[in-house]
T-cell receptor, first 112, second 115 residues
Framework: ETGVTQSPTHLIKTRGQQVTLRCSSQ?????VSWYQQALGQGPQFIFQ???????GRGNFPPRFSGLQFPNYSSELNVNALELDDSALYLC???????????FGSGTQLSVL | AQSVSQHNHHVILSEAASLELGCNYS??????LFWYVQYPGQHLQLLLK??????LVKGIKGFEAEFIKSKFSFNLRKPSVQWSDTAEYFC?????????????FGKGTHLIIQP
């Protein structure tokens, strides 16, 4: 067990809709990052939050946004969903900006 | 842009065979290197990491990896695999400057160990 939980486990949306994915980190982990894993690919970095501020971002458009809360929970929001957004979304937490990431089991998003 | 290449997408071995999974990276600077593993039905978890110092690093469950800077490689090895090593293995790289740029993962290697 990593102590990182994600919800929901599966989600089906329609193109153009908006979605919110949630993550609950271990107590004391003040850094959370989100990754997108398409089928047959490795995880791809979306962005990172440290103490409730975004402090790093991968090659993803602004319609991917996030929030981090003081209670070690966080959200990934995706607007104007596209078919290519269908993927497994992983949340990972760490202490500070440490290198050992603790991953959740992911949310499988299908966009139809 | 940084990238990671894993040579084999699928590897099938018999128990007790030796294992080597290849990983090459491209990055314009000093790096931190990682191997993550995902066992069936479980979360991604850290297997081992290299930051600096001895280029031969040891991880959990008898795995080790060697950083060869001149070859931009970080291959994963295990002398004798077990059925329980069946999993997906991911090599990853990150710049060592302490920035918040996330990990860059390879596409993964699906390892199947036959009893």
């Amino acid at each position: 067990e990593t102590g990182v939980t994600q919800s929901p486990t599966h989600l089906i949306k329609t193109r153009g809709q908006q979605v919110t994915l949630r993550c609950s980190s271990q107590s004391g982990h003040n850094t959370v990052s989100w990754y997108q894993q398409a089928l047959g690919q490795g995880p791809q970095f979306i962005f990172q939050y440290y103490r409730e501020e975004e402090n790093g971002r991968g090659n993803f458009p602004p319609r991917f946004s996030g929030l981090q809360f003081p209670n070690y929970s966080s959200e990934l929001n995706v607007n104007a969903l596209e078919l290519d957004d269908s993927a497994l979304y992983l949340c990972a937490s760490s202490v500070g900006q440490g290198e050992k990431l603790f991953f959740g089991s992911g949310t499988q998003l299908s966009v139809l | 842009a940084q990238s990671v290449s894993q040579h084999n997408h699928h590897v099938i071995l018999s128990e007790a065979a030796s294992l080597e999974l290849g990983c090459n990276y491209s990055y314009g600077g000093t790096v931190n290197l990682f191997w993550y593993v995902q066992y069936p039905g479980q979360h991604l978890q850290l297997l081992l990491k290299y930051f600096s110092g001895d280029p031969l690093v040891k991880g959990i469950k008898g795995f080790e990896a060697e950083f060869i800077k001149s070859k931009f490689s970080f291959n994963l090895r295990k002398p004798s695999v077990q059925w329980s090593d069946t999993a997906e293995y991911f090599c990853a790289v990150k710049g060592s400057g302490g920035g918040a740029d996330g990990l860059t993962f390879g596409k993964g290697t699906h390892l199947i160990i036959q009893p």
